[in-house]
């Protein structure tokens, strides 16, 4: 529970930024990020947003979690590239297929280079949306949302899918931890069974949910639309230091 929680967003320099100047900026260098041809930019946000986070003191169990998926999908990508793409070789191993022939592994520098550039942006990218996920909080950041006219149904079902998370990952513990006092894991096989019943259930309580929040919303008269938090004025400093922190970005993009 503690990887959905925000316990740890604590007062710290970006907490008092304002959600909107914090989305504005993230969403900038992100386009950024994913548009630029090279090491540099992707490698520069990647580093100033790990700095950030050692700055928000964002515990490290959290801060692996976080970043364990999208580093494993990089290195995917990473060995890919390297092994099937590309055609400047790089090196050649050999490997024992079986006691008659041998299985040969290449490896390609370009392919290498391709993988390279995709994994550090995929790594800046992530890193982005990690700092102000750990800055923001998420009411904020849904008012920040609605502010730059994002679809409602969209917003609508980010802030039921937020408030079930923690309701189904309760039920999950529960039926888990029921199966465990069971020897339900207690090999492969008894695994495997045990986690389809997991799931199956969490899927039906998840449709039961959905019916009963349907059903109480339109008794007490929803009718689609949902206050946000009133957004106070922009501050100049903040503007001022976002708009040269884009700017900033933006010639190292251009470089």
Not at 52 to 79: G, H, T
Not at 166 to 195: C, P, T, W
Not at 219 to 234: A, E, T, V
């Amino acid at each position: 529970m503690e990887l959905f929680s925000e316990y740890f967003k604590k007062d710290h320099i970006l907490s008092k930024i304002d959600a909107r100047v914090k989305i504005i900026v993230s969403l900038a260098i992100l386009v950024m990020v994913l548009s630029y041809k090279g090491f540099a930019l992707p490698l520069l946000v990647t580093l100033l947003c790990l700095f950030l986070c050692m700055l928000m003191r964002i515990p490290l169990r959290i801060f692996l979690l976080r970043f364990s998926e999208p580093v494993f999908i990089a290195s995917i990508i990473l060995l890919l590239k390297l092994f099937f793409s590309g055609k400047d070789v790089l090196f050649s191993i050999s490997l024992p297929a079986s006691h008659f022939s041998l299985l040969t592994l290449t490896g390609y520098k370009d392919g290498l280079m391709d993988g390279l550039m995709i994994s550090v942006r995929i790594l800046g990218a992530v890193s982005i949306v990690a700092v102000i996920g750990f800055s923001t909080p998420f009411t904020e950041f849904i008012a920040g949302l609605s502010w730059l006219r994002v679809p409602k149904g969209f917003i609508e079902v980010l802030m039921f899918a937020y408030r079930y998370i923690f309701v189904l990952f309760e039920d999950a513990m529960i039926i888990y931890n029921a199966q465990k006092n069971r020897l339900g894991y207690s090999n492969i096989r008894r695994g495997l069974g045990s986690f389809g019943t997991l799931a199956g259930s969490l899927m039906l309580k998840a449709f039961e949910h959905s019916h009963n929040i349907t059903v109480s919303m339109i008794q007490r008269g929803y009718d689609g639309n949902m206050p946000m938090l009133k957004h106070k004025p922009f501050k100049l400093s903040e503007v001022v230091v976002s708009a040269l922190a884009i700017t900033a970005m933006g010639i190292v993009w251009k470089i």
